[in-house]
T-cell receptor, first 114, second 111 residues
Framework: GAVVSQHPSRVICKSGTSVKIECRSLDFQATTMFWYRQFPKQSLMLMATSNEGSKATYEQGVEKDKFLINHASLTLSTLTVTSAHPEDSSFYIC??????????FGQGTRLTVV | DAKTTQPPSMDCAEGRAANLPCNHSTISGNEYVYWYRQIHSQGPQYIIHGLKNNETNEMASLIITEDRKSSTLILPHATLRDTAVYYCIVRPQSGNTPLVFGKGTRLSVIA
């Protein structure tokens, strides 16, 4: 199946700094990618839809100025957590799919803000 | 909101078949039933999907009732590595539509 790669897999940052997470579709082009967040013992929560060449669409309650999404090419979307705080510590996961196939997920990024 | 309901947890003996149920009584005509699983601290892994016919692949079988209001994922010979949270999701077969996750079923395979 198609491969989606996420980097880094784990990051620790100081409170107030920004962190960038990359999501790449390795063997296909994805006009749309999705970003999720998962807190311990909870399910995945959709944060935003990343559209190549246009602005991302954010779910209700997700601050667009805090979670900056850039989808500059058909194989790369980035999520930047700006001015991170301990409550932003979570497991961030991206996904992508071809037009009419199942979605494929990255391996996830565990962010710890100290 | 997720359109599916699943039991929160299930146990299965190693080597036996694991049957995971899912209710999706409000499924629309153009929505498929997808199954994913998530092993601890990893991204979800695709298992199988179907519209109305039963489906089988190398990982599992999917049985969808005739009225499409429920389905069952079958892992024919569960192994310890099948221990994971299993998510049943309904969605149109469109790459531009996100998967909306419910709480899933935590399957524990016991030796």
């Amino acid at each position: 199946g198609a491969v989606v790669s996420q980097h880094p897999s784990r990051v620790i940052c100081k409170s107030g700094t920004s962190v960038k997470i990359e999501c790449r579709s390795l063997d296909f082009q994805a006009t749309t990618m999705f970003w999720y967040r998962q807190f311990p013992k909870q399910s995945l929560m959709l944060m935003a839809t990343s559209n190549e060449g246009s602005k991302a669409t954010y779910e209700q309650g997700v601050e667009k100025d805090k979670f900056l999404i850039n989808h500059a090419s058909l194989t790369l979307s980035t999520l930047t957590v700006t001015s991170a705080h301990p409550e932003d510590s979570s497991f961030y996961i991206c996904s992508a799919s071809l037009w009419n196939t199942e979605a494929f997920f990255g391996q996830g990024t565990r962010l710890t803000v100290v | 909101d997720a359109k599916t309901t699943q039991p929160p947890s299930m146990d299965c003996a190693e080597g036996r078949a694991a049957n995971l149920p899912c209710n999706h009584s409000t499924i629309s005509g153009n929505e498929y039933v997808y199954w994913y699983r998530q092993i601890h601290s990893q991204g979800p892994q695709y298992i199988i999907h179907g519209l109305k016919n039963n489906e089988t692949n190398e990982m599992a079988s999917l049985i969808i009732t005739e009225d499409r209001k429920s389905s069952t994922l079958i892992l024919p010979h569960a192994t310890l590595r099948d221990t994971a949270v299993y998510y049943c999701i309904v969605r149109p077969q469109s790459g531009n539509t996100p998967l909306v996750f419910g709480k899933g079923t935590r399957l524990s395979v016991i030796a």
